[in-house]
């Protein structure tokens, strides 16, 4: 134990330290693995433009691997589980073996978003209160990783990934996305409804995460090409945070 003082600020900043480490090894060890894909769908990286070997990429996702690591074992046995022997190794298996199964990759990247914020939670020995913005975070991750395999369909075929979108069709993806989309809007409204969350939460719900994803189903239907799914990906990276402030003022 390093950290003997452990106040909630203390807290805090080792999980968002956590959080950070594993997010950012991650990313590094994903562009080791996708190097020739990213060539194509994501030329404007430092890998992809040579500015970063693949060597200092993997050596970098070790080193804040690590970091992440010893900064967790200060942490709770709860929170530990959750981001030592749960988020790290999926982290690496996605990457490694799973990136191209066609859902079961989608599925492990949402699983790894809402372990962050069930991580969190468990660091304050509060695991109850995260699992709504962890479902939620779930939900609409999943929604953009089908889109994104959309987005990403020419890069990732040329290096023989069988994702959805090429395994079963475009149209099929589309569909896809359109049924996630109407379940996470519909989902996500019923801790407004219940009464669970306020009317804040309802409003910037509406805003943040349910015009988006309107948005996304409406292009979906009628425009489902890859530029407009690209649009689509970041628009909802966008609507998990309008989703995460909307708990947070449903709460006050």
């Not at 913005?133 to 953009?144: D, E, I």
Request: glycine content about 10%; aromatic content about 10%; hydrophobic content about 55%.
């Amino acid at each position: 134990m390093i950290v003997h003082f452990k106040g909630p600020g203390v807290i805090l900043s080792l999980a968002v330290l956590v959080i950070i480490c594993y997010n950012a090894a991650a990313n590094a060890f994903n562009d080791y693995i996708d190097y020739k894909i990213d060539k194509i769908n994501q030329p404007s990286r430092p890998l992809s433009r040579g500015i970063v070997t693949r060597e200092t990429a993997l050596f970098l996702s070790f080193i804040l691997f690590c970091i992440g690591s010893i900064t967790a074992l200060e942490l709770n046995k709860t929170a530990q589980i959750i981001s030592i022997y749960c988020a790290m190794p999926l982290m690496i298996i996605y990457s490694w073996f799973l990136k191209g199964v066609p859902l079961i990759g989608n599925l492990v990247v949402s699983i790894i978003l809402g372990m962050a914020f069930l991580g969190s939670g468990a660091a304050f020995d509060n695991l109850d209160i995260m699992i709504v913005p962890a479902a939620l975070a779930f939900g609409l991750t999943m929604v953009r990783e089908v889109v994104k395999d959309i987005a990403d369909m020419d890069g990732d075929e040329s290096a023989g990934l069988k994702t959805y979108p090429i395994s079963f069709g475009l149209n099929n993806a589309k569909k896809l996305v359109v049924m996630l989309a109407i379940i996470i809007g519909i989902g996500s409204f019923i801790p407004f409804l219940t009464g669970f969350y306020g009317i804040g939460y309802g409003f910037i719900l509406i805003l943040t995460v349910e015009i988006p994803l309107g948005v996304v189903v409406v292009s979906m239907i009628y425009n489902p090409r890859i530029s407009t799914s690209a649009r689509s990906a970041k628009l909802l990276k966008f609507s998990t945070l309008g989703g995460l402030i909307a708990i947070y003022v449903g709460t006050l």
